[in-house]
Structure formats: structure tokens, C-alpha cells
């Protein structure tokens, strides 16, 4: 957190927050109010002010008040870098995945350090040779859909130098699985 925002938070502590103004959508482009956010200083301060509560509402601190993020698909989104790691849209490298989920949308979500985060869709085809069966074995397209089906083996995705198993989860229990909220409300 920038400390200008620090000294706000001490100089008025009581501002009221906000709900519904600013949303993430599953590319990763900032919205206010459905437009999205072109300002690059803009966008990089939301990021460098960008948290969870306790209660797994992901706002950015604007000085003193809080701007709850409305979530289109997960809290980060990720994408490959030219190395081959990953990053979230706010440019944080991630070197580690703990869990690999994918919902009924079809959104590849992954469990990092930072937290639970979708692939960006454009990145998608770049990770199929990653999905492999439970012998190592890479994917041709039918077997991939008939394993995602249910219907074949189990998937495995190898990302970061970490092998996980693929598993598969509703896209509407995905946010109390993975402990964020997609839409916050006030309390």
C-alpha cells in the first residue's frame, strides 16, 4: 500500500466505502462504472492499493475509503510471461500454484500465493500441452474434452515446476471454495 494512502487512513479513518462503481473483469482490465480504466497511472495505482478484507471482499484503498471490486470471474487474473512463469495482471510474478480448479465456464483458476486467480482465456492454448493424464500422457483435443466430460482420465496440469491434479467445480461454488466474494455488498 503506497504510503500516502497509509497517512489518509490515519488523518480520516471513518470514510464510508463504496459498492458497485469498480469491477474486474476476466482479462483483467479495471472498470468504473462499466467503462474500462485507459489511464495507465490510474490502473497502477488501484493495483498497488489492491487487498482482501477478512471477509474475502478484494477492494483498492483510495486514501481514506475503500472501493469494493466487483469480481467477474476470480480476485487476479493470470498470464504467461516470456519466461514462461506466470504473473497477475497487476504484474506480480508468480512462482508457485497450490490448487488447479476448472469451473463450468470453462475458466482455468488457479490457487497462488497471491491468491486465487483465472487464466486469462488468450493464454489458454499455451497451457494444453501442460495438461497431461495421471502418466504424464499430453492430451489431443478429444480426449481432453471427453476427460473434461467426466468421461475419461483424470487431468493433471503442470505449471511452476508443480504437478496438480485438474479438478473440476461449479463456476457458481467456486468463490465460497476458494474464500472470495464476487459481488460485496455493504454489511
Known sequence: M???VRAALTRWPNVPAVFGWLSLDRRG??????????HVGT???IQRNYAADEQGR????????RVYVTLEVAPWVLRIR???NLETHAGQCVDRVEAAWLDSDGHLILVTPCGPGVMDDRDLPALLDALTD?????FDE?????AL???????QLTLCGHTLPLRTIAAADLPAQLGFIRSPQPQ
Open 29 to 38: 482490465i479495471w472498470r468504473l462504472r462499466g467503462d474500462p480504466i485507459r
Open 134 to 138: 495421471i502418466q504424464g500422457r499430453v
Open 82 to 84: 516470456p519466461d514462461h
Open 2 to 4: 503506497d504510503d500516502a
Open 58 to 65: 478484494w477492494y483498492f484503498q483510495n486514501g481514506p475509503q
Open 43 to 45: 490502473r497502477e495505482f
Open 149 to 155: 466430460a467426466g468421461a475419461g482420465p483424470a487431468l
Open 142 to 146: 478429444s480426449a481432453l474434452l471427453s
